[in-house]
């Protein structure tokens, strides 16, 4: 139980990796593109079905994308479920 565990946490930073990777530009042929794009490659399967079913919340011009946040808790609880 502990792999799962641990493959649970390495996968929550990997996503708040991403996240934080969002609010900075990142060059298209820089080091930072190759690890945003291997984050996104391990992130999206998991995100695309929320971003289809959860609306983006709209904020004057900015838009919120709370899949991110609701995917984090979940893992959170999975974790307080299986690692005790």
Excluded: E, H, K
């Excluded at 593109?33 to 289809?52: E, K, N, S």
């Amino acid at each position: 139980m502990s792999i799962i565990c641990t493959l649970l946490l390495l996968w929550a930073i990997a996503l708040l990796a991403r996240v934080i990777m969002s609010w900075f530009p990142v060059a298209p042929d820089g080091a930072m593109a190759t690890i945003g794009g291997f984050l996104a490659m391990i992130t999206d399967p998991v995100l695309d079905p929320l971003r289809r079913v959860m609306p983006t919340v709209r904020i004057g011009n900015a838009a919120l994308d709370l899949s991110f946040t609701v995917l984090l808790f979940g893992i959170f609880i999975l974790r307080g479920i299986l690692c005790g």
